[in-house]
Every structure is written in structure tokens, then in C-alpha cells.
């Protein structure tokens, strides 16, 4: 194990892979490597995608959740959430507006809504499948039987986001009710990647009690797992949850991981997130600067973007939105990246 943090980044430059006390020496050095570590991302995100940036669209279409995050404003026991479900007609729509902008991914991403049964989400997919043939379907609707994603799967469902959030039991059971279990969570992931979907798992940086263990071993979780894609921003918190009273996540913290997972896994599908862009106007651009290479603008109907709060001040208008995909180009392009109109794949 090289001793100095410095000679254990460059040995993961290099591409070895780090233990997670390595991590952990990595995450305590930060401030002194941070700046190498985003050259050296940004470097990999330039071989493998070049100055292309890919978009996803962003369709919330429940927050009706069985679930009770201790995290997330849309829990199970939040009174004060003004529920809705989109129907089949309005995702289309969506898509539609969507397609017209140049996105060929959507992302179904919803609470865990009992409504949306099987049947009720394969027709949805299969539909979107048809009337978009060139575009990729993400689902990102939480756990569900292995019976279900395969259903999903066949349907035409290319990709699903499952955020593992955190790799540690003990802290799993922090942010979760004792219903709520790591192991199905894991269980869920490794069915989805073995029935062929580009998957993604991530994590929140800076949740309730965190610490760098914890994300050194969500890093060495995300190296061994293997993920098409991962998904991680700074915790937010929201005002009607238990966690209403506790400080954000860090963003240069969030920065450095996006670095290191972008070093760890050099071809990952890697977005600046919403959570982000909502702490730092500058988010989205930082993240790219860092290793991140897709952004997911919301195609939500304007009119129930407030009501999908996971965090609050949630960005949602301006370069979030998908209306405003120009604003977003440009503000690429003064980093020399372009929006291309592309699914966008996981590299093999
Ligand atoms: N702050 C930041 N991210 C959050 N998420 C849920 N609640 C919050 C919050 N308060 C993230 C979780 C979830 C994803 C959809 O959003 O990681 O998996």
C-alpha cells in the first residue's frame, strides 16, 4: 500500500486498484489533491466521450412512495406532500416534447407506487419503445421482485438507477427504517445488472451521519460492482423529514468523488447532479470540469415540478429545466463541451 496520498492517487491514475483505507487516505487528503484529481478525471472523461456531453430527460411521474427515507421529502409518512400520478397519456406527452429537444433517453423515475403495478409500467415502456425506437428507457422506480425487472426488461427498459446509498449496513440503518434493508437493496442491483440493464447505483454525499469510511467503502463497493452508471450529490435537506435540521452536503467533497469514481471506473456514465446545481449555480459545470459527462434536465409538466421535492429549493427552472436546454448549451460551450443527440450508451 503506497503510504503517501499523494503516491496513492497517482497509483489509481495509473489505474491500480485502491483499498478502501486507500480511499479513506485519499478522502482525508482531499484539499491538497483535489485539483490533480479533476485533471486527471477530466482527462479520462475527454479520451473516452470527447467534449460530448449526453442529456437525459427527466420524467417524475409519481411521488406516491411506500418507502420512508428518513432523507426524502416525498417519504411515506410526509402529510404535507400534494400527491400525483401522471397518466400514461401525460409520460407521452413528455416524451414527445422531449424528443423535439433532441433527448433519446427518458428516465421514468417515480416513488415506489404500488399503481404502477407490472403490467401498468410494461405497457408504459413498451409504448415509449415504439413510438421512439431510437431512444433508450431508464427506469429508476426503486425495489422490486426479479420477477418484475425482467418483465421491465423484456418490455424494452434499457437502463435503471437504483442508488445503493451507502454500502454500510450500520449507516443504511441511519437513514432507513428497519424495514428497509441493505441486503434487498444489493439483491435488487445485482438482478437488474444480470438481467442486461445498464445499471446505476450512488450514493448522497454527506448524509446524516457519514463518515469518509463510509464513502470509502461506497468506493470500493462501486469499483467491485461495476456499474454502467452512478448517481451521487450532496444530501439536501428537507424540511419535513427528521433530517430537517442538518447541514447540506459539502460540494467540493461531492466534486472529489465525482473525480475519484470517474478514476475508478474511467468509462462509467457519470451525472452532475440536480442536487448539485441546486447548491452551486456553477454545479453542473464544476461536475463536468471533475469527470462528470451527462446531465439530466427535467421533462416533468412544469405544474408538478414542486411537487416532486426531495430536498427543498430543488433547481427545476432555468438550465435544470429541459426548456432550457439552450441556456445549457451554452453554458457548455464555454467549457468546450457540446450536447449531442444521442442515447448515449454505456461503453462496452
Ligand atoms: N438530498 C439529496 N438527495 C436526495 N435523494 C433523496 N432525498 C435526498 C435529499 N434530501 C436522492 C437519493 C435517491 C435519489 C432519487 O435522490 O439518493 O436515491
Not at 503506497?2 to 497509483?11: F, G, N, P
Not at 456531453?53 to 412512495?65: A, D, K, M, P, W
Not at 435537506?237 to 469514481?261: A, K, M, Q, Y
Not at 462528470?292 to 409538466?301: D, F, T
Request: hydrophobic residues 35%; glycine residues 10%.
Amino acid at each position: 500500500m503506497a503510504d503517501d496520498a499523494s503516491d496513492i492517487l497517482e497509483a489509481l491514475i495509473g489505474g491500480d486498484s485502491l483499498s478502501a483505507p486507500e480511499y479513506e487516505a485519499l478522502l482525508v487528503g482531499r484539499e491538497t489533491l483535489q485539483a490533480r484529481a479533476a485533471e486527471a478525471a477530466n482527462e479520462l472523461r475527454l479520451r473516452y466521450f470527447g467534449n460530448k456531453i449526453y442529456i437525459r430527460g427527466l420524467i417524475e411521474f409519481t411521488n406516491y412512495c411506500r418507502n420512508d427515507c428518513m432523507y426524502c421529502g416525498i417519504r411515506r409518512s410526509n402529510p404535507n406532500v400534494e400527491r400525483y400520478r401522471l397518466t400514461s397519456e401525460q409520460i407521452y406527452e413528455c416524451c414527445e416534447f422531449g424528443y423535439g429537444l433532441g433527448f433519446r433517453t427518458f428516465v421514468l423515475q417515480g416513488g415506489e407506487d404500488g399503481w404502477f403495478n407490472d403490467d401498468r409500467l410494461v405497457e408504459i415502456v413498451s409504448e415509449i419503445k415504439s413510438r421512439y425506437p431510437d431512444c433508450a428507457v431508464t427506469l429508476s422506480v426503486g425495489e422490486r421482485s426479479r420477477e418484475s425487472y425482467s418483465r421491465l426488461r423484456s418490455a424494452g427498459a434499457d437502463r435503471y438507477l437504483l442508488r445503493h446509498e451507502t454500502a454500510n449496513d450500520w449507516h443504511y440503518s441511519q437513514l432507513h427504517p428497519s424495514g428497509q434493508r441493505l441486503s434487498s437493496r444489493l439483491r435488487c442491483l445485482k438482478d437488474l445488472k444480470e438481467l442486461g440493464f445498464q445499471t446505476g447505483c450512488g450514493f448522497m454525499v454527506g448524509s446524516p451521519y457519514q463518515t469518509l469510511g463510509h464513502l470509502a467503502e461506497d468506493l470500493t463497493f462501486i469499483r467491485s460492482f461495476c456499474p454502467a452508471m452512478v448517481g451521487l450529490g450532496p444530501f439536501i435537506p428537507h424540511c419535513d423529514t427528521p433530517f430537517r435540521d442538518l447541514p447540506c452536503g459539502d460540494i467540493e467533497l461531492t466534486l472529489f468523488l465525482l473525480s475519484l469514481v470517474r478514476l475508478t471506473l474511467p468509462k462509467v456514465l457519470l451525472p452532475a447532479t440536480t442536487a448539485l446545481a441546486t447548491l452551486d449555480p456553477k454545479g453542473r459545470i464544476r461536475g463536468i470540469l471533475s469527470g462528470a459527462n451527462v446531465v439530466m434536465p427535467n421533462l416533468s409538466p412544469f405544474d408538478i415540478r414542486k411537487k416532486y421535492l426531495l430536498y427543498n429549493n430543488k433547481a427545476g427552472t432555468g438550465t435544470e429545466s429541459a426548456e432550457g436546454i439552450r441556456q445549457l448549451s451554452e453554458e457548455l460551450g464555454s467549457i468546450g463541451c457540446e450536447i449531442v443527440v444521442d442515447r448515449g450508451d454505456a461503453l462496452t
